[in-house]
């Protein structure tokens, strides 16, 4: 199993990230205190917009299955699970493969998606 979380990065954090790609993974973190909290709010933009594409999208196959925050796409002929918490700032995946699919569905709304793995 493989997770990540993909983030929503803001436009002027975006370019410093396409030189630096490993910043965003050493700047993101869990929200423990005030300074945590802040560095995520001036580097991520909130994905709200983004979820509900993304839910609209996944809701529509027939694999799909929710259960207490869990988002579950379980595919029966391969037996592979994709399993998706949707938080405030970051979407945490957990794939059985590498084929990244919903980063992939994610990436086409905008650029600044960026997978922290």
Known sequence: MRKYKIVYLRNAFYEMVKTYPYLSSLLYRNQN????????????????NEKEKLLNIISQREDY??????????NIITDETITIQMNE?????EENNEKHVIYDIVKGFSQNFYMIE
Do not use: C, M, N, S
């Open 65 to 74: 299955a929710y259960y207490h925050g869990l988002h579950t796409l379980k």
């Open 89 to 93: 700032y970051d979407i945490e995946v």
């Open 33 to 48: 205190d005030i300074f945590d909290t802040k560095q995520i709010e001036l580097l991520f933009l909130p994905i709200h």
